[in-house]
């Protein structure tokens, strides 16, 4: 057959194709005719059930419906020339289908007809089904704990660029950035120089992680993967996870605490040459440089550490939703703690005090108990970064054994927060008017006075204020005294005020303190069993007569850098014996002729030793050195057995 001929065939084929397609939707419509006359003599019906009908009715008499399709497809079978089996064929698929679209058809007028006898539109009952079916749907767990939370912390306010381009403008930050990309640059070619020597020529290249918490280096060595998370449970809609430790940090390890014992920093520093991820080393070494005055090298320890920690999360630790606890009772999860404690403060010091929130809200969120007491640094960095409204939601929204508003800090700081708050209102609207369904800043404060009386005299000497009114104020008895006598709460005054003083320098604040002051001395020269009435609940606030928050450190919330000097700083070293003795357990036995190199390494500077340990080209293994991604080299840490087998 000609391709002419198969063309002229395929043409015929197509338009008788096309001829019986339009005879059948020409009865698809006449037949609907005859059932829309009939439809309006239907009862009305629920438009629901009309979903269960149409397949009871396709389910009637299957036989009795396809019996004379059969026969009738049997007999144009045989009455048909070979010639249109073609064309047979093609017909009956599209009987088929027209029969399918005619039963769909039908049933779409059914249920239109009866919705126009119905009283309730068809669209609203769909509607109220819908909202039947959401309501009986299970909640999960996940959905519960998807509720906006207190302590929902903001990844956007946890990088530090951020706010710096907040507070001095992008056009600083951008050249502050083009002045040390010289500097970095150099550092990282420099470590490709160094790995290509170290290899032989070959040139190693890898990538760091992206993470939430820091901006990481890229002279960093690559994750080592000694560390891992793993998830305990599901309780009261919270997610429990531990870190663990890989065999490799169990046994460096080993070699930090016996160097921790005999305060031998060359050891730490030894330890972080072949494991540079150790985070106790780390924390360690971020310690020695703040008391040596080296601020910036600390916080980038704490960062490191801070990498590490995050690169060991689960993949279900979602700690910025405030949904999982990671318990500090678990001593492989104390570091998460420290680390982050640290960095907040670091980002104090700093001046950002929006990322030092978000920081502190995630200590709060991780671990319910508060070990690290976050709680009582939370009101300063909300009152520095501005975020007032949030701090008065989180002490009516945060639920504790003792209400917020009865602890030291939140009681003096809501009054601030009220004074802000009411200045904000003020200068938005066009009159003067506020809320007056809360209390007035003055209210607040004089009623923080009469609860903790002391801080008033703590915070004269500290600030300082040398006003003469001040001490016409402090002549009374009642703000006279040094210590209320309940120690937790004592404890917490001082804490407060070491934390806090710097705001009181404000001449707004010391105003609102000032009035606050004389008209608790009014109320009390009226009515004195006011002084006890506040007694009383300051006792049912703080009913233990030991000290609940002696584990926190007054110093760890003050402002103030110790620096040691050269003479105390030997508390950090040993001797050349037991130094070298160390060194031999991290990663350096003593053997052969290396006993000369570790007496010559004893006698060097404890910060030479440091420094050497953070250089970009220390560990930065790969395959090529014969490591697989990710796993540190164990082959260094099994020395360490040899050399205190050989001690």
Known sequence: ???????????????????????????????????????????????????????????????????????????????????????????????????????????????????????????????????????????????????????????????????????????????????????????????????????????VNHSIRKT??????????????????????????????????????????????????????????????????????LLTMADYFRFLGEHQMSADTIAKCLYALECAWHPMFTPLQGNCQLKFSHDSNKPLFKALFTHMKNMDRRGCHRTALEVCKLLLALDSDDPMGAMFCLDYFAVRAGEYAWLERFSEDYKTDTPLWLLPNFSYSLAVCRLYLEQEESSESDNTCVDTAKASPADLMSQALMLHPTVLKKLVAKVPLKDQAWTNILENSFFNSDEIGIP???????????????????????????????????????????????????????????????????QDFSDTVQTLPPDNLQNFMVGMRHGAHIRGQAGNPPAGGRVAELRAAAIRNTLAVLLESLLPWVNDGGPEDGREDGVGDENQVNEQGQGNEDQ
């Open 1 to 203: 057959m000609s391709a002419r001929l198969l063309k002229k065939v395929l043409k015929e084929l197509e338009q008788n194709k096309q001829h019986l397609i339009e005879e059948d939707d020409q009865e698809l419509l006449n037949d609907d005719e005859s059932e829309s006359s009939d439809a309006g003599a239907g009862s009305s019906k629920n438009p629901f059930d009309l979903l269960n009908e149409g397949d009871d009715t396709e389910e009637e008499d299957p036989d009795q419906a396809s019996a004379p399709e059969v026969a009738d497809e049997t007999l144009t079978k045989k009455q048909e020339p070979p010639s249109l089996k073609n064309k047979a064929n093609s017909a009956s698929v599209s009987n088929n289908k027209s029969k399918k679209k005619k039963n769909k058809k039908k049933k779409g007028k059914e249920s239109s007809s009866s919705t126009d006898k119905n009283e309730t539109p068809l669209d609203v009952n769909l509607d109220a089904l819908s909202l039947d079916f959401e309501s009986s749907r299970p909640v999960s767990e996940n959905a519960k704990q998807a509720k906006p939370s207190i302590l929902l912390v903001d990844p956007k306010h946890l990088n530090i660029e951020n706010e710096l381009r907040r507070i001095f403008g992008s056009k600083v930050v951008k050249s502050f950035e083009k002045s040390n990309q010289s500097s970095s640059s150099r550092q990282v070619r420099s470590r490709q120089v160094r790995s290509r020597q170290v290899r032989g020529g070959r040139r």
């Open 488 to 554: 937790s709460a004592d404890h917490l005054i001082n804490i407060y005020v070491e934390r806090n003083y710097l705001i009181w320098r404000l001449p707004d604040l010391q105003k609102l303190l000032r009035n606050g002051a004389s008209l608790v001395i009014q109320t009390l020269e009226h009515c004195e069993n006011d002084a006890k009435d506040w007694a009383c609940m300051r006792k049912e606030a703080f009913p233990s007569d030991k000290n609940e928050f002696g584990h926190l450190s007054v």
């Open 212 to 281: 939430v918490l820091i901006s990481p280096s890229d002279s960093w060595s690559r994750w080592d993967g000694s560390l891992s998370m793993e998830f305990l449970e599901t309780k009261d809609g919270y997610h429990y996870f531990r870190y663990t430790h890989s065999s490799t940090y169990d046994r460096a390890q080993g070699a930090f605490e016996a160097a921790q014992l005999i305060h031998d920093l060359n050891g730490v520093g030894s330890i972080l040459m072949f494991h540079p991820y150790h985070l106790g080393s």
